[in-house]
């Protein structure tokens, strides 16, 4: 019983033996690795020790956010702010949190006054320009994401998100420039390949919108909208067997979609039979 009793309690008494630094060290790379409960548990020691440490409160927001629980990473994003009134990071990990929140004016709010600390973050310029584009105000978002990527000219998700407001705004050869400097600048990024195939979809290019999606998917293989998007590509390229396969890919991935599946998948069975 003595054994157990030691196993269970082993990693608290270990736990409180670190010093602050180790404490902070074990906190950051547990955020880093997205281990949000171990993160919150180092700096949480941490932060009873060095009660004023700004960086930590805004590291254990950022874990706080990972976990869900918006309430208590909002807290310790204002704490940090409130420590240090000119840490920029704080304000930027606050707005971004929202903007999850849908709370749009402050994030707007906070982006500014990170600009206002650093007119060169070039992150603060984007995400700004996220919520100005939740907004509708375009030519606000238009100006951040242009402002991001004048500062870091290989700023791949500037150009993914101006790319898709230039569609947006029909613009189609600006859209699929920016698009193809998203990627370029970036081979792995998803949302790029995504909203790329998206725009050749919405163009009738299907067969460019089918090889961005089959990229997409070597990237991220579990996103079931990613297979409803690439189902409908194949269905209007005829393909109706990878078509169904896609569709029904999708409803294993997340069963919520069957119910609206099931009839599409049953028209394109019946498309496939009379060919």
Request: with cysteine; glycine share 4%.
């Given at each position: 019983?003595?054994?157990?009793?030691?196993?269970?309690?082993?990693?608290?008494?270990?736990?409180?033996?670190?010093?602050?630094e180790q404490?902070?060290?074990?906190?950051?790379?547990?955020?880093?690795?997205?281990?949000?409960?171990?993160?919150?548990?180092?700096?949480?020691?941490?932060?009873?020790?060095?009660?004023?440490?700004?960086?930590?409160?805004?590291?254990?927001?950022?874990?706080?956010?990972?976990?869900?629980?918006?309430?208590?990473?909002?807290?310790?994003?204002?704490?940090?702010?409130?420590?240090?009134?000119?840490?920029?990071?704080?304000?930027?990990?606050?707005?971004?949190?929202?903007?999850?929140?849908?709370?749009?004016?402050?994030?707007?709010?906070?982006?500014?006054?990170?600009?206002?600390?650093?007119?060169?973050?070039?992150?603060?310029?984007?995400?700004?320009?996220?919520?100005?584009?939740?907004?509708?105000?375009?030519?606000?978002?238009?100006?951040?994401?242009?402002?991001?990527?004048?500062?870091?000219?290989?700023?791949?998700?500037?150009?993914?998100?101006?790319?898709?407001?230039?569609?947006?705004?029909?613009?189609?050869?600006?859209?699929?420039?920016?698009?193809?400097?998203?990627?370029?600048?970036?081979?792995?990024?998803?949302?790029?390949?995504?909203?790329?195939?998206?725009?050749?979809?919405?163009?009738?290019?299907?067969?460019?919108?089918l090889d961005?999606?089959?990229?997409?998917?070597?990237?991220?293989?579990?996103?079931?909208?990613?297979?409803?998007?690439?189902?409908?590509?194949y269905k209007?390229?005829?393909?109706?067997?990878?078509?169904?396969?896609?569709?029904?890919?999708?409803?294993?991935?997340?069963?919520?979609?069957?119910?609206?599946?099931?009839?599409?998948?049953?028209?394109?069975?019946?498309?496939?039979?009379?060919?």
């Open positions: 019983m003595k054994k157990i009793f030691l196993l269970l309690f082993l990693p608290c008494i270990l736990l409180s033996q670190e010093g602050p404490l902070l060290l074990y906190g950051e790379a547990a955020l880093n690795g997205y281990d949000c409960k171990n993160a919150i548990n180092y700096l949480s020691e941490y932060l009873n020790i060095s009660t004023n440490d700004y960086i930590a409160f805004e590291m254990r927001g950022r874990a706080y956010e990972m976990c869900r629980d918006y309430e208590k990473a909002l807290l310790d994003f204002s704490n940090s702010i409130f420590i240090n009134p000119q840490y920029e990071k704080a304000y930027i990990s606050r707005g971004k949190l929202y903007i999850k929140l849908i709370e749009y004016d402050n994030a707007i709010s906070d982006f500014s006054h990170a600009l206002i600390i650093n007119p060169q973050d070039s992150e603060a310029h984007l995400q700004r320009g996220i919520a100005y584009l939740h907004k509708d105000n375009y030519s606000a978002a238009l100006i951040d994401f242009s402002n991001a990527i004048s500062i870091n000219p290989q700023y791949s998700e500037a150009y993914r998100n101006r790319g898709s407001l230039y569609y947006k705004l029909g613009n189609k050869n600006d859209a699929i420039s920016d698009l193809n400097k998203a990627i370029e600048y970036d081979k792995n990024n998803y949302d790029a390949y995504i909203d790329r195939a998206s725009l050749y979809f919405m163009e009738e290019k299907y067969q460019e919108a961005n999606y089959d990229l997409a998917a070597k990237i991220k293989s579990n996103d079931p909208e990613l297979y409803i998007k690439r189902g409908y590509t209007m390229l005829k393909n109706y067997s990878k078509a169904i396969e896609d569709l029904k890919l999708a409803c294993e991935l997340d069963n919520l979609y069957c119910k609206h599946l099931e009839l599409e998948i049953q028209k394109l069975d019946l498309l496939k039979n009379s060919n």
